[in-house]
Nanobody
Framework: VQLVESGGGLVQPGGSLTLSCAASGFTVSSYAMTWYSQAPGKERDLVATISSTGGTTYHKKSVKDRFTISRDSAKNMVYLQMNSLKPEDTAVYYC?????????WGQGTQVTVSS
């Protein structure tokens, strides 16, 4: 199992980014997939999750109207569309999958929101 995030970068407040998570060793349509964020000095925090069927998504309250989790089963990819970015969204963003009792994480991608 491998997860590789990409798409982070420096963006101005109000801007947009799309994070990608490339999965290998399993199919994203078989498991719930989750994005987490970790700001400096803070714990890793769940941002959004998509069910194994893709029919159910959850976004934490502070991003609910700005971020959207999605997946492309054909490409075995998971995405996080991030709009109206705020400085407080600055963090390293991680993709995670739980396979049985084992949690697999990517290496993370840095998102910095600053003018």
């Amino acid at each position: 199992v491998q997860l590789v995030e990409s798409g982070g970068g420096l963006v101005q407040p109000g801007g947009s980014l799309t994070l990608s998570c490339a999965a290998s060793g399993f199919t994203v349509s078989s498991y719930a997939m989750t994005w987490y964020s970790q700001a400096p000095g803070k714990e890793r925090d769940l941002v959004a999750t998509i069910s194994s069927t893709g029919g159910t998504t959850y976004h934490k309250k502070s991003v609910k109207d700005r971020f959207t989790i999605s997946r492309d089963s054909a490409k075995n990819m998971v995405y996080l569309q991030m709009n109206s970015l705020k400085p407080e969204d600055t963090a390293v963003y991680y993709c995670k999958v739980q396979v049985g009792f084992v949690a697999y994480w990517g290496q993370g991608t840095q998102v910095t929101v600053s003018s």
